[in-house]
């Protein structure tokens, strides 16, 4: 059984401070790790996509993978109140059409 | 361009009753799933398409039944709704390698 294992939070930060995200995962063989932002009511939504160990920057959103740790995080870096949400880790075997999801991180941004 | 179309947003069932829960997607994408996301629980796959003509169970399948009519639809049912039944109901599609891109979610609640 593949897992994905994410703190359900709630995490909570202070505007303009730097909101980190885990995710581990049990599958050695992954080959591709996406972190999606759900709001409320609302359906998934892509942030990032890492597919190779470092850092991979995008905006304020820097994804971060350790492949030999088998874990990838996001960082959310000036954290503003848009940014509350839930936040998805999926992760992709190789070869594999079915994505592993954690159940999620929610954070809160507050002013 | 649409992306994945969900239909219907809403719908109220009795317990017994059956209903066919419609996906679309005009990217081309081979593979589309279906998921359920309850609270708590995180998004959980029902049945999965890899390519036209294929279809697989995912984590919790009992009760659904899946048609992938053409490479664009891929239909789910439920022939006897039950409480339990009561979720939020996404579809995705995916190509190849890439991320994975959601409807806008069907609110299902079974009385």
């Known amino acids: 059984q593949k897992e994905v294992e994410q703190n359900s939070g709630p995490l909570s930060v202070p505007e303009g401070a730097i909101a980190s995200l885990n995710c581990t995962y049990s599958?050695?063989?992954?080959?591709?790790f996406f972190w999606y932002r759900q709001y409320s009511g609302k359906s998934p939504e892509l942030i990032m996509f890492i597919y190779s160990n470092g850092d991979k920057e995008d905006g304020r959103f820097t994804a971060q993978l350790n492949k030999a740790s088998q874990y990838v995080s996001l960082l959310i870096r000036d954290s503003q109140p848009s940014d509350s949400a839930t936040y998805l880790c999926a992760v992709y075997g190789g070869g594999s059409y079915i994505p592993t999801f954690g159940r999620g991180t929610s954070l809160i941004v507050h002013p | 361009n649409a992306g994945v179309t969900q239909t219907p947003k809403f719908q109220v069932l009795k317990t017994g009753q059956s209903m066919t829960l419609q996906c679309a997607q005009d990217m081309n994408h081979n593979s589309m799933y279906w998921y359920r996301q309850d609270p708590g629980m995180g998004l959980r796959l029902i049945y999965y398409s890899a390519s036209e003509g294929t279809t697989d169970k995912g984590e919790v399948p009992n009760g659904y039944n899946v048609s992938r009519l053409n490479k664009r639809e891929f239909s789910l049912r439920l022939e006897s709704a039950a409480p339990s039944q009561t979720s939020v109901y996404f579809c995705?599609?995916?190509?190849?390698?890439?991320?994975?891109?959601f409807g806008q979610g069907t609110r299902l609640t079974v009385v």
């Open positions: 995705a599609s995916r190509l190849g390698n890439t991320e994975a891109f």
């Open positions: 599958d050695r063989g992954s080959q591709s």
